[in-house]
């Protein structure tokens, strides 16, 4: 079963402001910051990767339902789009740029949940570059929602 509700407006759908940070590996597991080129390619200028993010974003889950598995339990999820704004770190400077994205989240419980996000990441890179960069990023994680335990009215 799915749900779409348009009859609700924007701010009663807008799930919360989304703050994470971010650093970012290569496929051994290295920080890229002890990386000196990709792959063992050297090039005139070399990449600037990133080292760190660290983004603040309005998350609006417009799309929410639940579903079974195995007719055992019943799971709900919620479909959000997210943008904001951020401050990205490499190894010759700081940007602030842009980010705009689409996930999913499944609640596995009343305080834990399974998320996976795709997003644009739009950064107006500095000297020896100056040029504008879209780069996307797939993660996937847990929300964790604080206080663990619910306390409901009877």
Do not use: M
Request: one cysteine or more.
């Amino acid at each position: 079963q799915y749900a779409f509700n348009q009859q609700k407006a924007l701010v009663g759908q807008l799930e919360g402001i989304e703050c994470a940070p971010g650093e970012f590996f290569d496929e051994d597991g290295n920080d890229l910051s002890t990386v000196p080129g990709a792959c063992g390619v050297s090039f005139d200028t070399p990449p600037d990767p990133y080292q760190h993010i660290y983004i603040a974003n309005f998350v609006w889950s417009p799309i929410y339902g639940k579903f079974s598995i195995f007719s055992k339990k019943i799971y709900h999820f919620d479909l959000f789009l997210t943008a904001g704004v951020g401050y990205y770190d490499t190894e010759r400077d700081g940007y602030i740029g842009f980010n705009a994205g689409l996930g999913g989240k499944i609640f596995l419980n009343d305080w834990l949940a399974f998320r996976a996000d795709l997003r644009n990441l739009t950064i107006k890179e500095g000297a020896p570059f100056n040029n504008v960069v879209n780069n996307r990023v797939i993660s996937a994680g847990f929300s964790v929602f604080l206080p663990l335990k619910n306390k409901r009215e009877k």
